[in-house]
């Protein structure tokens, strides 16, 4: 065993055994497998439906439905039966069919042993657990143990390739987001900090050396990043050590000097556990939140459930590869007419004006999308830490899509179709200090086209401006908090009730400046157009595309203001 793993798999090891699937066709039962001490006809009582109990979760995490009695019923459930049913648990039932639809396939198939079946001494793969002896008894079945979770076990040599891209990954991720829901409400249950049991469960962050590149399989179809390319061009980092700042940075357009300054506090601050918390729901908070979606389309969260640890680490390793030799970040340079590594975006022309930073980008979700060549090894713990960072923001987002369904009065399914094979991205931004600040800019003018994004400053150095009311407002982050802004899409779905707004970064003149985006959107082939219940008499304000058709409209184009918003208004 791998002393550093973090797998519970590799601490079994199970002796391989007959496939029952196959014994069954035969007919005949070997006798490892009769149990005549067990007398399955006689002191069975059959617990119907009413006595298990059932658990409604929309009472316990909606704040219009909350009961306090169901919450009473959760803890008298854990502590009487140890098992209950969870009824109205948000995830999609296309999302639980396709995941069923998968699993009968695989079973189904006649030569799924080959490939998947477990090796001597694990436990991942096809096969059996608990067999240690050869005259012991087994059961009647075949079981498919593939690991999840953190991303660094999966092995996905036990990963079946058929049917392909097989839905355990964002299913996964929909129950890890219902068992968080559970340990809060366990919590509460217990008279035990929320927070505390959050953390026990989040995930430790140890180092283990990632899948090996050859095995993942990579796949076209869901990946927007395979949808941009841009020029390559100059370290903006090695640039930044000289005082000659070339002409194809300076914007002299651009006075960064002149904007408004935005109090600390004027930026809607929304408190989560507010929301999610059955004890403090909060229907002035959901308020606050649509209201936010509407007139800023940019704001605070705080009581996210993050555990502070997952942040600093997060923080301290992109700080630590920025800090690294040219030489090795250029390690995960960008190849030729891929956006993702380590590079810059929008680049279409050898003119064209540049920003005054170097991104990092990353495809995270579904994790086929994972192109490990680009993923830094130095520091070791990066992959892991971004593994564990991007996972907790992705329930975020998820529980953000939930608050704004009833926000909005949308369908929550409908709604969330959008996170139900959800696309995750990341760019990490870092801005070097430029001596001529105001005549540069780190990240243009523009609105991001997916639809959430979930915004850390990875150091103290504030840059992000937003526009409002055509002006631009310098964005001071409150300690602990996420920015979360809405995106095209998100603009697109809502028919225009939620505004995507536009942003830029701006650069100091003595520090550099550091941020981690990580972007949200529907998968590929979904159709964006405007919920039904918010369409009213003026109709549809954007006209329908798909995500795919948006993305690759997006990345072509230069980042511009709301280009691309623009043109997909049908009334402008
Ligand atoms: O660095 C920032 O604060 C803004 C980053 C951003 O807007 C982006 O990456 O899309
Ligand atoms: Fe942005």
Redesign the pocket.
Known sequence: MNPKSTSPLELGGSLPVPSVQELARSGEIPERYLRPEEDHASHVITVDDLELPVIDQVKLVDPEFFDKEEHSRLGWACRECGFFQLANHGIPEELIEKTKDDIMKFFKLPKKIEGVKQIPGHIDGYDQMFVHSEEQKIDWADVLIPNIQPFQNRDMTFWPTNPPGIHLTHSTLKIEKVADHLYRLMAKDLGVNPQDMLNIFSGQIQSRESLSEGRQKKSSMSNPLVLGRSLPVPNVQELARSDQIPERYLKPEVDATSLATIDDDELPVIDLMKLLDPELIDREELLKLGSACKEWGFFQIINHGIPEEVIEKTKDDINKFFKLPLKEKEAIKQIPGHIEGYGQMFVHSEEQKLDWAD?LILGILPSQNRDLRFWPTNPSTFRDTLDTYTSKVARVVDSLYGLMAKDLGVDTQDMLKMSSDQLQTV?I?Y?PPCKQANKVL??SP?S?ANAL?V?L?ANDVP??QIRKNDKWFLIKPKPGAF?I?VGDMMEIITNGRYKSIE???IINMEEE?L?I?T?HSPRLDLVLRPFPELIDSDGELYKAITVKEYTSEYFAGKLNGKNALESVKLRK
């Open positions: 991104v760019r931004n801005y780190g990240l523009h991001d994004t915004l400053q840059g992000l920015i802004n942003h830029r970064a400046r941020s985006a972007f």
